[in-house]
C-alpha cells in the first residue's frame, strides 16, 4: 500500500517489527515503518485502510490517523488505560501507584497543498457519521462559548477538514498558550473556570463572572491543513500549546489516482462492525457502572518502556522546539493501543495493540520534526538533530568529522553550524584523534541520557 524504499529518516533507535515482536536496531539508512506495520493486521482498522487505499490517492498515514480521530470521537468517553508506575523506592522495595490515562486524541494531518488531506477526513468521518452526529461541535468565536459547548457535551469531538478555518480562529492568546484555557481540555482533568461575563449597559461595577464546570472532558480534535497555513505557528507557545498536544501526522502523495465513488457495500460492513462494537463496549460500561479499565498486559508494557526510555533518552537532546512537539507523543501512543485493543474488542492492551501504536509514535515523531523544519526553514537545526540521531547509534558514539560530512551529504561548511550549535549545548564535544583527525563524540551528559538514567515514565495525569 505505501512506497516502502522513501527514506526518511526515524527518530526512535528501535524499530518494532509485528511479524516477530521483536526489536530491531535502526541505522540512519533505515526507513521509517511501513504503514502497514501501525495497526493490526487482523480487525477494523486493517478492513478500513484497504477501504480508503482503493478510494483515493491519499497518502496511507492520512487515512490511519483520520479514523483513529474519528475512533476516538466514537469511544472517548468508554475506556481509560490503567498500569502501575514506579514513584519511588522504601528500604529498597518499589513503591508503585496505579496511573490513568484518557484515550481521546487530537490530531493533526498535515502536508504539501492538494495532496488529499481532506478528502482523507471526510471518508472516515462519512463512515462513523451515524455514531458520531450528535457529538460534532465547533469552535465557537469566544473561549465562553466553547467552554459552554464542552460543558453540556464533555465528549464533543472538533473535527475540521479544512483546518485553516479553524487555525485562523485559534490564534488568539487563550487558545494558543500553554496557561490557555482549550489546552487544558486534552489532559482529561477536571476544568473549573470563572469567565468574564457581559456588564449590561450603563450598569456601573465589577465585571460579572459566572463559573465554567466540566468534571471529565472527553474532547477529540481533527484538524487537516496545509503546512504552507501554519506560518502562524512561528509564534506558538510551542512549550506547551495547541499543537504541542496533537499527534502530527505528515507524508507526501506518491501516487496518482482518480477519485472513486464510495464502495457503499464495503462502507456498509464497515459501519456496521464499528457499530457492532460500539454497542459492545457500551454494554460492558453500563454493566461496570464506569469506563473500561484497559491494563496493559506485562509483555506490552514492558515493549512500551523499553520504546520510551530510548525515545526519551534522544528527545532530550534535541532542540527546545522539537522536546515540546515531543512531549506527549508517549501519550499518544497509550492512547493509539487503546483504539487498537477496543477495535479487536479487547479488554486490555496486548502486544499485538502496543507495537503498531509504538511504530505510529515513530511516524507522528518524524512528522512533529517535519512541520518543525519547515515552518523554520531552519537547515542548522534539521542538521544538529541528523547528527545525533547518527552519533546515538555509533558503537563508541564518536565518528570523523569527514566522515559524517560524506555521510550526511552536505558540505563541512554546512554542516559546522549544526556542529558548533550542539557543542554550545552541551550535547557533543570536538576530540583529536592519534590520527590527529577531528573527530566529534556525544558528551558525558549526553550518555547519561540515552543511558535512560534520568528518564521517569510520565503519563496521562502528568503535565
Same mark, same amino acid.
Request: aromatic residues 8%; positive net charge; proline residues 5%.
Given at each position: 500500500?505505501?512506497?516502502?524504499?522513501?527514506?526518511?529518516?526515524?527518530?526512535?533507535?528501535?524499530?518494532?517489527?509485528?511479524?516477530?515482536?521483536?526489536?530491531?536496531?535502526?541505522?540512519?539508512?533505515?526507513?521509517?515503518?511501513?504503514?502497514?506495520?501501525?495497526?493490526?493486521?487482523?480487525?477494523?482498522?486493517?478492513?478500513?485502510?484497504?477501504?480508503?487505499?482503493?478510494?483515493?490517492?491519499?497518502?496511507?498515514?492520512?487515512?490511519?490517523?483520520?479514523?483513529?480521530?474519528?475512533?476516538?470521537?466514537? =469511544?472517548?468517553?468508554?475506556?481509560?488505560?490503567?498500569?502501575?508506575?514506579?514513584?519511588?523506592?522504601?528500604?529498597?522495595?518499589?513503591?508503585?501507584?496505579?496511573?490513568?490515562?484518557?484515550?481521546?486524541?487530537?490530531?493533526?494531518?498535515?502536508?504539501?497543498?492538494?495532496?488529499?488531506?481532506?478528502?482523507?477526513?471526510?471518508?472516515?468521518?462519512?463512515?462513523?457519521?451515524?455514531?458520531?452526529?450528535?457529538?460534532?461541535?465547533?469552535?465557537?468565536?469566544?473561549?465562553?462559548?466553547?467552554?459552554?459547548?464542552?460543558?453540556?457535551?464533555?465528549?464533543?469531538?472538533?473535527?475540521?477538514?479544512?483546518?485553516?478555518? =479553524?487555525?485562523?480562529?485559534?490564534?488568539?492568546?487563550?487558545?494558543?498558550?500553554?496557561?490557555?484555557?482549550?489546552?487544558?481540555?486534552?489532559?482529561?482533568?477536571?476544568?473549573?473556570?470563572?469567565?468574564?461575563?457581559?456588564?449590561?449597559?450603563?450598569?456601573?461595577?465589577?465585571?460579572?463572572?459566572?463559573?465554567?464546570?466540566?468534571?471529565?472532558?472527553?474532547?477529540?480534535?481533527?484538524?487537516?491543513?496545509?503546512?504552507?497555513?501554519?506560518?502562524?505557528?512561528?509564534?506558538?507557545?510551542?512549550?506547551?500549546?495547541?499543537?504541542?498536544?496533537?499527534?502530527? =501526522?505528515?507524508?507526501?502523495?506518491?501516487?496518482?489516482?482518480?477519485?472513486?465513488?464510495?464502495?457503499?457495500?464495503?462502507?456498509?460492513?464497515?459501519?456496521?462492525?464499528?457499530?457492532?462494537?460500539?454497542?459492545?463496549?457500551?454494554?460492558?460500561?453500563?454493566?461496570?457502572?464506569?469506563?473500561?479499565?484497559?491494563?496493559?498486559?506485562?509483555?506490552?508494557?514492558?515493549?512500551?518502556?523499553?520504546?520510551?526510555?530510548?525515545?526519551?533518552?534522544?528527545?532530550?537532546?534535541?532542540?527546545?522546539?522539537?522536546?515540546?512537539?515531543?512531549?506527549?507523543?508517549?501519550?499518544?501512543?497509550?492512547?493509539?493501543?487503546?483504539?487498537?485493543?477496543?477495535?479487536?474488542?479487547?479488554?486490555?492492551?496486548?502486544?499485538?495493540?502496543?507495537?503498531?501504536?509504538?511504530?505510529?509514535?515513530?511516524?507522528?515523531?518524524?512528522?512533529?520534526?517535519?512541520?518543525?523544519?519547515?515552518?523554520?526553514?531552519?537547515?542548522?537545526?534539521?542538521?544538529?538533530?541528523?547528527?545525533?540521531?547518527?552519533?546515538?547509534?555509533?558503537?563508541?558514539?564518536?565518528?570523523?568529522?569527514?566522515?559524517?560530512?560524506?555521510?550526511?551529504?552536505?558540505?563541512?561548511?554546512?554542516?559546522?553550524?549544526?556542529?558548533?550549535?550542539?557543542?554550545?549545548?552541551?550535547?557533543?564535544?570536538?576530540?583529536?584523534?592519534?590520527?590527529?583527525?577531528?573527530?566529534?563524540?556525544?558528551?558525558?551528559?549526553?550518555?547519561?541520557?540515552?543511558?535512560?538514567?534520568?528518564?521517569?515514565?510520565?503519563?496521562?495525569?502528568?503535565?
Amino acid at each position: 500500500m505505501t512506497d516502502r524504499n522513501r527514506s526518511v529518516r526515524v527518530w526512535a533507535p528501535t524499530e518494532w517489527n509485528t511479524l516477530n515482536e521483536t526489536a530491531v536496531p535502526l541505522t540512519t539508512e533505515s526507513t521509517l515503518p511501513p504503514i502497514e506495520a501501525c495497526y493490526p493486521q487482523d480487525g477494523f482498522f486493517a478492513r478500513y485502510m484497504q477501504y480508503a487505499h482503493e478510494l483515493t490517492d491519499a497518502p496511507d498515514v492520512y487515512h490511519l490517523a483520520a479514523m483513529l480521530a474519528v475512533h476516538s470521537a466514537v =469511544f472517548a468517553t468508554d475506556a481509560e488505560v490503567y498500569f502501575e508506575v514506579e514513584v519511588a523506592k522504601k528500604n529498597g522495595e518499589p513503591i508503585k501507584r496505579i496511573t490513568q490515562s484518557p484515550i481521546p486524541l487530537w490530531t493533526l494531518i498535515t502536508g504539501d497543498s492538494g495532496d488529499r488531506k481532506s478528502t482523507a477526513v471526510d471518508i472516515a468521518s462519512d463512515l462513523a457519521e451515524p455514531l458520531i452526529r450528535d457529538r460534532i461541535g465547533g469552535i465557537g468565536s469566544t473561549p465562553e462559548a466553547t467552554l459552554d459547548l464542552v460543558a453540556g457535551r464533555p465528549d464533543t469531538f472538533f473535527c475540521y477538514s479544512e483546518g485553516a478555518q =479553524f487555525f485562523g480562529q485559534f490564534f488568539a492568546p487563550y487558545w494558543r498558550h500553554g496557561q490557555g484555557i482549550f489546552p487544558l481540555l486534552y489532559d482529561g482533568r477536571a476544568v473549573v473556570k470563572d469567565l468574564a461575563g457581559q456588564r449590561k449597559k450603563n450598569r456601573s461595577g465589577p465585571t460579572p463572572t459566572y463559573r465554567i464546570e466540566i468534571p471529565n472532558p472527553r474532547v477529540s480534535l481533527l484538524v487537516s491543513v496545509a503546512y504552507s497555513h501554519l506560518n502562524k505557528a512561528q509564534d506558538t507557545d510551542w512549550t506547551g500549546g495547541l499543537i504541542a498536544r496533537m499527534g502530527i =501526522f505528515y507524508d507526501r502523495r506518491v501516487r496518482e489516482q482518480d477519485f472513486l465513488l464510495t464502495n457503499e457495500h464495503e462502507q456498509g460492513l464497515l459501519r456496521t462492525e464499528l457499530r457492532q462494537t460500539y454497542k459492545a463496549i457500551r454494554t460492558q460500561v453500563i454493566k461496570q457502572g464506569h469506563p473500561i479499565r484497559l491494563g496493559i498486559k506485562p509483555d506490552a508494557l514492558e515493549a512500551f518502556r523499553t520504546w520510551r526510555m530510548e525515545f526519551e533518552g534522544l528527545r532530550y537532546l534535541r532542540h527546545e522546539k522539537l522536546q515540546a512537539l515531543h512531549n506527549r507523543i508517549p501519550q499518544h501512543v497509550l492512547r493509539y493501543a487503546a483504539h487498537y485493543a477496543l477495535s479487536r474488542r479487547q479488554l486490555g492492551i496486548n502486544v499485538g495493540s502496543m507495537i503498531p501504536a509504538l511504530n505510529l509514535g515513530n511516524w507522528v515523531a518524524t512528522g512533529a520534526e517535519m512541520l518543525m523544519s519547515l515552518l523554520t526553514n531552519d537547515t542548522v537545526l534539521q542538521l544538529a538533530d541528523r547528527i545525533v540521531t547518527y552519533c546515538a547509534h555509533l558503537p563508541d558514539r564518536c565518528i570523523p568529522i569527514k566522515s559524517l560530512s560524506q555521510i550526511l551529504r552536505v558540505s563541512f561548511k554546512t554542516m559546522n553550524p549544526a556542529i558548533e550549535d550542539l557543542i554550545a549545548r552541551g550535547v557533543i564535544k570536538r576530540l583529536i584523534g592519534s590520527d590527529n583527525g577531528k573527530y566529534i563524540t556525544l558528551t558525558d551528559e549526553a550518555h547519561k541520557q540515552l543511558s535512560g538514567n534520568t528518564v521517569t515514565l510520565r503519563t496521562g495525569r502528568d503535565r
